[in-house]
């Protein structure tokens, strides 16, 4: 059984710092690109980062020099590093897997990702 479950969402003043990580299990983790995704109230999910098989790394331009997408493949685990964290960034944070066994780049589309967790929310007081 698949499964992806998010960690280390919180409140943080603007200016601060917040690492969420992903853990998966039911599949071999190295094998998949991973993504990070978010959805604040009343807009879109947004892709923010992902992370392909060969670790080949996807921002999104708001995200830019202040987030920083990894993965441990020993640990089966993703993290997303976010620094300079704004008001914006507020939103539910969700790790996705794709859908299919990845090639050596990812892509931000929700579309490509099958799997979900259940986010964990993130808020940016200013």
């Known amino acids: 059984q698949v499964q992806v479950r998010e960690s280390g969402g919180g409140l943080v003043q603007a200016g601060g710092s917040l690492r969420l990580s992903c853990t998966a299990s039911?599949?071999?983790?190295?094998?998949?690109?991973m993504g990070w995704f978010r959805q604040a109230p009343g807009k879109e999910r947004e892709g923010v980062s992902c992370?392909?098989?060969?670790?080949?790394?996807y921002y999104a331009d708001s995200v830019k020099g202040r987030f920083t997408i990894s993965r441990d493949n020993a640990k089966n685990t993703l993290y997303l590093q976010m620094n300079s964290l704004k008001p914006e960034d507020t939103a539910v944070y969700y790790c996705?897997?794709?859908?299919?066994?990845?090639?050596?780049?990812?892509?931000?589309?929700?579309?490509?990702?099958?799997?979900w967790g259940q986010g964990t929310q993130v808020t940016v007081s200013s």
């Open positions: 039911g599949f071999p983790f190295d094998a998949y690109a």
């Open positions: 992370i392909s098989r060969s670790s080949n790394k």
């Open positions: 996705a897997r794709a859908a299919k066994v990845g090639g050596p780049v990812c892509a931000p589309n929700a579309a490509e990702y099958g799997y």
